[in-house]
């Protein structure tokens, strides 16, 4: 069953071409990656499908049962560390989607929040400034927050960049159970290694879909060669590209 589809979908991004004519599936519960060069389109890609780009031509079907309950982790660079924020208020958004942006947060929903701060690893840090946490400490609260919005759809915009190996360790521990719980997973990284270890299923993403499917198959040298060669002949100054 399909969580997903891409229906020769195209997107830009700063009135550049980002994703052309992209058509594909994503399977409900997949452990998905999305890789390529700098500049490939990936996060364009992901903030698409997360309803925060709007779509050049083509369109993106979720499935029914996932309308609704799609859960964005942002880069960290896409986040003012220095609002004056606590750290339980912040994982506390969580609960909006279903509460909405007035809802109270009463004491229950406020437990939720600690108690998915104690599954990151993050007991104590309730009170605690976000400006005050290291990057490692930041991701784990994100993590926490997309936690509580008990999602069906995950998308995780560069998860594990820039972040310490124990703390890589721990969250991919968070993703593993995201899959184990039948979610679908969809991440993007540039760690081709850890996305051999652990995502089953990769897209390999030059602005133009060069392989998608099984991981190992995916990330064959020869499909490699040919993303790095399509970045080279990248044109930034290109138009959309029309089909008749």
Known sequence: MNAVRFIDLTVTHQRHP????????????????????NGAGKSSLLDALAGRLPLTSGRIEIAPAL?????????????????????????????????????????PLREKAREALASVGLSGFEQ???GELSVGQFQRVLFARVLLQDAQLILLDEPFNAIDARTSADLLAVVRRWHGEARTVVAVLHDMELVRENFPQ?????????????????LHAENLFRARQMSERWDESAPVCERA
């Open 18 to 37: 980002a994703v052309h004519h992209l058509s594909g599936e994503i399977d409900q519960g997949s452990l998905m990656a999305i890789v390529g060069p």
């Open 67 to 107: 309308v609704g309950r799609v859960a964005y982790l942002p880069q960290q660079s896409q986040i003012d560390r220095s609002f004056p924020v606590g750290v339980l208020d912040l994982v506390s958004l969580g609960h909006w989607p279903r509460r909405g942006a007035f809802g109270a947060i009463d004491a």
């Open 128 to 130: 605690r400034r976000i």
């Open 202 to 218: 990769t897209l390999l993403l030059a602005r133009e879909a060069v392989a998608w499917g099984p991981t190992a198959q995916v």
